[in-house]
C-alpha cells in the first residue's frame, strides 16, 4: 500500500492550481482572489467554531434551566404537603377540646413558618431558571449570527470560485460585498446584537 489517500478537491482549487501551472495573470484576479479566498475561509472557521460554542452554551444554559424549573417544582410540592398538614391541623385543632387546641396551634405556626422558607426557596429557584433560560436564548440568538456569517462567507466562497472559473470582474466585486456582508454578520455576533 502507498501510503497516500483520496485528495478530493472543489473547483476553485482546480482553478488555482492550473493558474498556478499555467503562470497566467500571476499578481492578478487569480492570486488576488486566491489570498482573499484563504483569509475569508480562516475567518468563516472561526465564526463557525464561535456557532458551535454558543449552541452548545444554549444547550447547557437551556439543561440548567430546566434543572432549576425542576427543583423549583420540588420546593413547591413539598410547600403544599406542607399546606396539607396545615389544613389538617387547622381541622383538627377546630374540633379538639380547648385543652388540645394549643398543641395544634403550635403546629400549625410552624407549618406557617416552614411555608415561608420553602416559598423562598422555590420563588429563587424559578428566578434562578429564568435567568437561564435568559441566557439560553441570548446564545441561541448569538449562535444564529454566527451562522449567518459563516454561511454568508460560504456563498462568498463559492462567489470567488464562479469568478475564478469565468474570470467576470462583476462576480469579484459581487464576492468582495458579500464577504462584507459577512464580516459586519460576525461582528454583530461578536458584540451581542
Known amino acids: 500500500m502507498s501510503?497516500?489517500?483520496?485528495?478530493?478537491?472543489?473547483?476553485?482549487?482546480?482553478?488555482l492550481e492550473h493558474a498556478a501551472q499555467s503562470g497566467h495573470e500571476s499578481g492578478g484576479m487569480t492570486a488576488q482572489i486566491a489570498v482573499v479566498t484563504?483569509?475569508?475561509a480562516t475567518v468563516g472557521a472561526l465564526?463557525?467554531?464561535m456557532g458551535g460554542a454558543t449552541q452548545a452554551n444554549a444547550?447547557?444554559?437551556?439543561?440548567?434551566?430546566?434543572i432549576k424549573k425542576t427543583e423549583a417544582a420540588n420546593q413547591w410540592s413539598y410547600f403544599q404537603s406542607k399546606s396539607t398538614k396545615q389544613s389538617l391541623a387547622e381541622f383538627a385543632r377546630d374540633l379538639a377540646p380547648e385543652d388540645k387546641k394549643v398543641g395544634y396551634q403550635g403546629k400549625i405556626e410552624r407549618y406557617e413558618t416552614e411555608k415561608t422558607a420553602i416559598k423562598v426557596s422555590a420563588d429563587q429557584l424559578e428566578a434562578e431558571s429564568l435567568a437561564w433560560d435568559k441566557s439560553s436564548d441570548e446564545q441561541l440568538h448569538q449562535h444564529?449570527?454566527?451562522a449567518q456569517a459563516t454561511t454568508v462567507l460560504q456563498v462568498s466562497?463559492?462567489?470567488?470560485?464562479?469568478?475564478?472559473?469565468?474570470?467576470?470582474?462583476?462576480?469579484?466585486?459581487?464576492?468582495?460585498g458579500v464577504a462584507?456582508?459577512?464580516l459586519v454578520l460576525g461582528g454583530l455576533a461578536a458584540l451581542h446584537i
Open 38 to 40: 484563504a483569509i475569508i
Open 157 to 176: 466562497i463559492a462567489l470567488a470560485a464562479i469568478a475564478l472559473l469565468t474570470r467576470k470582474k462583476w462576480l469579484e466585486y459581487g464576492m468582495f
Open 180 to 182: 462584507a456582508v459577512g
Open 47 to 49: 465564526f463557525s467554531y
Open 3 to 15: 501510503g497516500h489517500g483520496f485528495h478530493v478537491h472543489g473547483p476553485h482549487d482546480h482553478e
Open 59 to 66: 444547550g447547557l444554559y437551556k439543561n440548567n434551566a430546566a
Open 144 to 146: 444564529h449570527r454566527w
